[in-house]
């Protein structure tokens, strides 16, 4: 399957944009991230991953399977969370780092 074929049945399925590689995503709880690869799509059991940098501290990359990156937060859980989702895609600027990007 072609990657934009691929991207558009991910986009229909989370009724949302799936990240792309480059931009700035925000979590619920209040950390930036960059997109450095989505969808990924792991070689033995086919789960789609999304593969990105946090933009403070060590800048550490994570990898996270799409179902969770996409999901909605648990607002039983975290009654104070502003967000519907767990990642939203930044729409401005984001925050000021000294991430490198390798």
């Known amino acids: 399957m072609e990657i934009q074929e691929q991207r558009r049945l991910l986009d229909a399925k989370y009724r949302r944009e799936i990240p792309k590689a480059g931009e700035l995503w925000h979590h619920f709880k209040n950390n930036e991230y960059?997109?450095?690869a989505c969808p990924v799509?792991?070689?033995?059991?086919?789960?789609?991953?999304?593969?990105?940098?946090?933009?403070?501290?060590?800048?550490g990359i994570y990898c996270r399977p799409l179902d969770m990156?996409?999901?909605?937060?648990?607002?039983?859980?975290?009654?104070?969370?502003?967000?519907?989702y767990r990642f939203e895609r930044k729409t401005e600027g984001g925050q000021q780092h000294d991430c490198h990007k390798d």
């Open 69 to 84: 990156f996409m999901s909605e937060v648990d607002h039983e859980k975290y009654p104070q969370a502003e967000q519907e």
């Open 34 to 36: 960059r997109i450095l």
């Open 41 to 59: 799509m792991h070689t033995e059991s086919r789960e789609i991953y999304c593969v990105y940098q946090a933009l403070y501290g060590s800048c």
